[in-house]
């Protein structure tokens, strides 16, 4: 689950991080008030969207000569004019997509007098099994252009969970970052709170990019950037609270009520299957043949009947979808129950698009033969190569 940055900066204020003053906006009658309630003379306008490259997007509605999703205001006359310029309007970035993302809300934010813009994010790696940070001096909004052309610029920093961050590799930290005299004070006691965020919260990702040494010689965190494991949030009510369905694909939303995987992606081949590896390797497989899958949608190994046919018909709802493979290898998932709930799911919403099904595994001539019996139009597959091969000539026509 993802946070704003309004948000995550709160999140991060609660253990002790330096971030600046600042007022959140979710309406438009709320932007004046919001600006006077900092003191300037410098005021950032923040537009607050699921999607990182705010300050170089542009919105949709303004031209391509306007300003972006971040702008640094002189007075608070000029605060306001850009607030009610960018909120409402729809924000396209590289994150976003062609569509991007209409600002539901801004933040509003004291102005800092950077001299050093830093990079730091922590999150798991799956190569050592750990946490680790990755810090960079060259932050700021081309990072991914250093993470490309100077790779020897990143520094990865493993954190034992056994012992957690010690000083030693506080100091490692502070040391990459070139930190010194204030700074260094401040990173030595940043570091291991970041770090406890990111554990106690069951954080999967936590960005601050940048994290700048102002001129004064003290860090502040600048922007702030959190995602959190859904399989722990029961444990966080409080994060729970965050969560801004407005920013999240509708069809996820209904995903979610009933503990299906999905993802929705760009293509026009809806899948449904059982695994998550081979869902991946269904959507591989699908591109093999010069088509694109329209989403992931792993509806795992204990699915009942009512769950395949939620998950029927999330897929049918994406106006983009021109045909459905269902590819089901079943284990602890029968081939039969998948038959039912998709034999059910049709007959309830209607079938306007090809359909290929290929079940294999536990109760799989049972299964076949509910599909066979139901009535359906519906193309039978041997293995996932000829399923592939399958829809994608039948929506060539």
Known sequence: MNIHEYQAKQVLKSYGAPIAAG?????????????????????????????????????????????????VSFSADEAIANAKEMFGNTLVTKQTGPAGKQVNRLYIEDGADIARELYLSILIDRTVGRPAFVVSTEGGMDIETVAHDTPEKIVTLAVDPATGMTEADAAKLCAALKLEGDAKTDGMALFPALYQAFTEKDMSLLEINPLIVMKDGHVRVLDAKVSFDNNALFRHSDIQELRDITEEDAKEIEASKYDLSYVALDGNIGCMVNGAGLAMSTMDIIKLYGEEPANFLDVGGGASKEKVTAAFKII??????????????????????????????????????????????????????????????????????????????????
Do not use: Y
């Open 23 to 71: 007022a959140p906006v979710t309406s438009a009658d709320e932007i004046e008030a919001a600006v006077k309630s900092l003191p300037g003379p410098v005021w950032v306008v923040k537009s607050q969207i699921h999607a990182g490259g705010r300050g170089k997007g542009k919105f949709k509605e303004l031209g391509p000569d306007a300003k972006g999703g971040v702008r």
């Open 316 to 397: 049918t709802a994406d106006p983009n979808v021109k045909g459905i493979l269902v590819n089901i290898f079943g284990g602890i998932m029968r081939c039969d129950t998948i038959a039912e709930g998709v034999v059910a799911a049709v007959k309830e919403v209607g079938l306007k698009v090809p359909l290929v099904v290929r079940l294999e595994g536990t109760n799989v001539d049972l299964g076949k033969k509910i599909i066979n019996e139901s009535g359906l139009n519906v193309i039978s597959a041997d293995d996932l190569d000829d399923a592939a091969q399958k829809i994608v000539k039948a929506i060539k026509g």
